[in-house]
């Protein structure tokens, strides 16, 4: 199974960047995708996820009216398009695929100067 999340970069205050995560080895369809992030010297925290099936979504408090989280079964892909940036938003940003487990791709870093 891997997990390649892609997107990052450097972005100004009030920009956008959109991430990917991108899967093989699994049935991608069936499994939620989650994305997390941790800011330099702090813990992982959750940002968005996408469910199986109906692809309903959630979103952190900090990123809600933001961030807009979105999947392409077909692709294996989730989308994180990330509007409105701020500088707390730098962080290194994974995505998991979830389900009886789950599975962690390598981060992509965003930094977002002010």
């Known amino acids: 199974v891997q997990l390649q999340a892609s997107g990052g970069g450097l972005a100004q205050a009030g920009g956008s960047l959109r991430l990917s995560c991108t899967a093989s080895g699994i049935t991608f369809s069936n499994y939620a995708i989650v994305w997390h992030r941790q800011a330099p010297g702090k813990g992982r925290e959750f940002a968005a996820s996408?469910?199986?099936?109906?692809?309903?979504?959630n979103y952190a408090d900090s990123v809600k009216g933001r961030f807009t989280i979105s999947r392409e079964n077909a692709k294996n892909t989730v989308f994180l398009q990330m509007n409105t940036l701020r500088p707390e938003d730098t962080a290194v940003y994974y995505c998991g695929a979830t389900a009886s487990r789950t599975y962690w791709g390598q981060g992509t870093l965003v930094t977002v100067s002010s």
């Open positions: 996408i469910s199986a099936g109906s692809g309903h979504a």
